[in-house]
């Protein structure tokens, strides 16, 4: 689900997350963001205010994509997100993205482009997550 304005107080996931509360008791939230480009990156606590750190449900997932795949990711701590919000609200939740220099690959900058796109990137990215929902 595409949900936009994530930098108006995560207003789409809100809206989505209030229209479809039952839908979605019991379900498993992965925030991507910036896979065409940057290294691969599992965020394992995200918020500034009020961090939250992953689940270890969803770090086995995590592990049994890279056993799978023979991929590795980074970790890090990050800024509030959309699984961060998810996870306020007492979902399982993680983020996944493209970084460089430490933020999102090209976010929000004159190159968030659809040409930085690198497609052997977001292939390989892609794997790694369908691996993570088939280890679910």
């Given at each position: 689900v595409a949900l936009g304005a994530e930098n108006a107080a995560h207003s789409g996931m809100?809206?989505?997350?209030?229209e479809h509360a039952?839908?979605?008791?019991?379900?498993?939230i992965i925030n991507?963001?910036?896979?065409?480009a940057g290294r691969l990156?599992?965020?394992e606590r995200e918020g500034f205010l009020k961090p939250k750190?992953?689940?270890?449900?969803?770090k086995r997932f995590l592990r049994a994509a890279?056993?799978?795949?023979?991929?590795?990711?980074?970790?890090?701590?990050?800024r509030d997100?959309?699984?961060?919000?998810?996870?306020?609200?007492?979902?399982?939740?993680?983020?996944?993205?493209?970084?460089?220099?430490?933020?999102?690959?090209h976010y929000g900058s004159k190159d968030d482009t659809i040409d930085n796109i690198d497609e052997q990137t977001l292939?390989?990215?892609?794997a790694f997550v369908m691996a993570i929902l088939k280890s679910m």
């Open positions: 809100q809206a989505f997350m209030d039952d839908e979605l008791k019991g379900s498993i991507l963001e910036a896979l065409g990156t599992f965020i750190a992953v689940s270890s449900r969803m890279s056993e799978k795949t023979g991929f590795s990711t980074a970790t890090m701590d990050s997100t959309t699984a961060q919000y998810a996870m306020s609200r007492g979902h399982q939740a993680m983020t996944i993205m493209g970084m460089e220099q430490g933020q999102a690959a292939e390989a990215n892609a």
